[in-house]
């Protein structure tokens, strides 16, 4: 009796293993405290809507392929908030923040359910984030000292060619920041001594893609 052929290998339109180089673009949506301010009559939070509100973004971000469908990454994302809507227990700044901005550096890990076509994909980071609000005289407020700030992402991708892959991804993600600090004409008056950590958050919608170099499909 003759044996049937073996089916024939798989063929594969993403690469085995590669580098990863990508860019996202969309909209950063703050939310929750960014601290919490003590006072004789108690605790409150003080809301990040107070400081900025949501503006476009950019992400930038380079990792490798570990197999077809995981890749670790580095990232960099950056906002541009819009103006704030005031924080009236505040002794040291007065009025409404013009504009604001906030960074976020960190790695994660992504994960494609069908990294040659159209496919769900998931992301998970962890990094250092830091905020600021800009007022019309130049006076600052910072926070910073947030180590674990952390993502997560849901979305869907699509293999245009062996090369480029698109992209859209939604994400939320949360973290604490450790100090606040009012920068006024070169003096800082450091708000933590009046404050204790809050729980902040934020959201995103982007659309964006990937690049796969030096792609290896053995």
């Given at each position: 009796?003759?044996?049937?052929?073996?089916?024939?290998?798989?063929?594969?339109?993403?690469?085995?293993?590669?580098?990863?180089?990508?860019?996202?673009?969309?909209?950063?949506?703050?939310?929750?405290?960014?601290?919490?301010?003590?006072?004789?009559?108690?605790?409150?939070?003080?809301?990040?809507?107070?400081?900025?509100?949501?503006?476009?973004?950019?992400?930038?971000?380079a990792g490798a392929r570990l197999s077809r469908h995981y890749s670790v990454f580095a990232l960099w994302e950056r906002?541009?908030?819009?103006?704030?809507?005031?924080?009236?227990?505040?002794?040291?700044?007065?009025?409404?923040?013009?504009?604001?901005?906030?960074?976020?550096?960190?790695?994660?890990?992504?994960?494609?359910?069908?990294?040659?076509?159209?496919?769900?994909?998931?992301?998970?980071?962890?990094?250092?984030?830091?905020?600021?609000?800009?007022?019309?005289?130049?006076?600052?407020?910072?926070?910073?000292?947030?180590?674990?700030?952390?993502?997560?992402?849901?979305?869907?991708?699509?293999?245009?060619?062996?090369?480029?892959?698109?992209?859209?991804?939604?994400?939320?993600?949360?973290?604490?920041?450790?100090?606040?600090?009012?920068?006024?004409?070169?003096?800082?008056?450091?708000?933590?001594?009046y404050a204790q950590a809050d729980a902040h958050a934020w959201a995103t919608f982007t659309v964006g893609g990937h690049?796969?170099?030096?792609?290896?499909?053995?």
């Open positions: 009796m003759i044996e049937p052929p073996p089916p024939p290998e798989p063929r594969h339109l993403a690469p085995r293993t590669s580098l990863l180089l990508g860019a996202r673009t969309g909209w950063f949506i703050p939310f929750g405290d960014l601290w919490a301010r003590r006072t004789p009559s108690g605790v409150y939070g003080v809301s990040w809507s107070d400081y900025s509100t949501s503006g476009p973004m950019l992400e930038l971000n906002a541009w908030l819009g103006a704030g809507n005031g924080d009236k227990g505040s002794n040291t700044l007065t009025g409404k923040a013009d504009h604001g901005d906030t960074d976020f550096w960190g790695a994660g890990v992504r994960a494609s359910t069908n990294p040659d076509g159209l496919g769900f994909v998931t992301e998970l980071a962890v990094g250092y984030r830091r905020a600021r609000a800009i007022y019309d005289n130049g006076d600052e407020i910072q926070f910073t000292n947030s180590p674990f700030e952390t993502r997560l992402g849901l979305g869907a991708d699509f293999r245009l060619n062996g090369f480029v892959t698109l992209s859209s991804l939604a994400t939320i993600g949360f973290g604490q920041f450790g100090t606040i600090e009012t920068v006024s004409k070169n003096l800082i008056h450091d708000e933590t001594r690049f796969d170099l030096f792609g290896s499909k053995d």
